[in-house]
């Protein structure tokens, strides 16, 4: 049986909240925020009481993005104490290139020469801190890269302007000598009509082409590879093949929805399941990261309910993978299939063929064991 000190989270599970996410006001397109701000160091605090390994934020979730230098340095100081006092991490930094009106029509892709320039100077400053902070992932989601219409740019423009950021990005990172790595965040709509690169897949064909590849891997989210309908299990499954997995934003989606960040496990249990997993079996050593917020029905301490929700439902399906390898019915069932996949049986005549072909896999016991496992009755 499992106890509850087990479903405990242990800085040592490196489970990671971005302060946009607990810091969530509730606000969406038709209404209102319903919470009021979270002070950066309150949610230091919290996170920490509640068994976090770190939080992650954009450059302007700490620092307002008109704060002289003497504010940014007394926020940054605050925070870093903050940090000190309650033992919590920073492992990956990211900078907002998406809220302020002049991304409207893109950031590091835009044709427009000057918001380019400033793309790519407001990502170094964020860069800058993310290393004074002791980050070692930058992430960059590329909200604004798109388009709703491909009359002005074509969208081989945008990629190569992309492209040319990106190489500028790399090569700052080499000249100061930081030990950071890019991870790049897919998705395939919201804010924009359509966003560049909009799968794993198309992330890791387009890191192929820049000129420092080795420093560049992939975010990916559940949430938007469910948006492109997309099974997110197969999207970690080939950055991970590829050796690309810098980092993961866990969530949860309805299908064919609006970008919902969801709390992790909240809709799709089995597809969670698989997710974990993946990360477990595969050895993912990176942070656990929850790029997701409360219901807009919360009130502020609601937020933290979610927060300690995401991280025990990955506490639950961990314990749920243990138990799939200990699970005898399980494993006899598997041990049968894979007796099958090594038959030496060779296709060289008709009855062969006919035998592999009315052969049964069995995978209808197999899977409705696994989901009798999820429901808690195995
Ligand atoms: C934004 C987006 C997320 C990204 C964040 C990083 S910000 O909330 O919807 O998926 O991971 O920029
Ligand atoms: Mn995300
Ligand atoms: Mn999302």
């Not at 423009?157 to 790595?181: A, M």
Request: hydrophobic share 40%.
């Amino acid at each position: 049986m499992t106890t509850s000190t087990e479903l405990k989270p242990q800085p040592s599970d490196r489970f990671t909240f971005g302060l946009w996410t607990v810091g969530n006001r509730g606000r969406d397109p038709f209404g209102d925020a319903v919470r009021p701000p979270l002070n950066p160091v309150t949610t230091v605090q919290r996170l920490s009481q509640l068994g976090a390994y770190g939080v992650t934020l954009h450059d302007n979730d700490l620092v307002p993005i008109d704060a002289t230098p003497g504010e940014r340095d007394r926020i940054v100081r605050e925070f870093r104490q903050a940090l000190a006092d309650w033992n919590l991490k920073v492992p990956m930094v990211t900078v907002n290139l998406f809220y302020d009106p002049v991304f409207k029509d893109g950031a590091l892709s835009s044709s427009v020469r000057s918001v380019r320039a400033y793309a790519v100077e407001k990502t170094q400053r964020a860069m800058d801190l993310g290393v004074e902070l002791g980050a070692e992932i930058f992430v960059l989601w590329g909200g604004r890269e798109g388009a709703e219409m491909d009359a002005a740019r074509d969208a081989r423009e945008g990629l190569r302007y992309y492209r040319e950021s990106l190489n500028t990005l790399c090569e700052y990172i080499v000249r100061q000598g930081y030990s950071l790595k890019i991870a790049l965040e897919p998705k395939p709509n919201e804010p924009r009509s359509d966003i560049y690169l909009p799968t794993v897949g198309s992330m890791l064909a387009f890191i192929q082409t820049l000129d420092r590849p080795d420093l560049v891997g992939v975010n990916p989210e559940v949430a938007h590879a469910k948006m492109a309908g997309l099974n997110p299990v197969h999207e970690v499954a080939q950055a991970i093949d590829a050796g690309k997995l810098f980092h993961i934003d866990l969530n949860d989606q309805r299908i064919g929805r609006f970008d919902q960040d969801l709390r992790f496990g909240s809709d799709d249990l089995k597809g969670t399941f698989y997710l974990v997993k993946l990360l477990e079996d595969s050895g993912y050593q990176g942070p656990l990261h929850f790029d997701a917020h409360a219901y807009r029905t919360e009130d502020p301490e609601g937020v933290w309910d979610f927060a300690a929700g995401c991280m025990r439902t990955y506490l639950i399906f961990r314990e749920k993978v243990r138990r799939f390898y200990q699970d005898a019915e399980i494993q006899a069932a598997l041990q049968e299939w894979q007796a099958l996949c090594a038959e030496e049986r060779p296709i060289r005549t008709a009855e062969d063929r006919q035998y592999w072909g009315a052969v049964g896999y069995r995978y209808e016991r197999l899977d409705q064991l696994v989901n009798e496992l999820i429901l808690g009755l195995r």
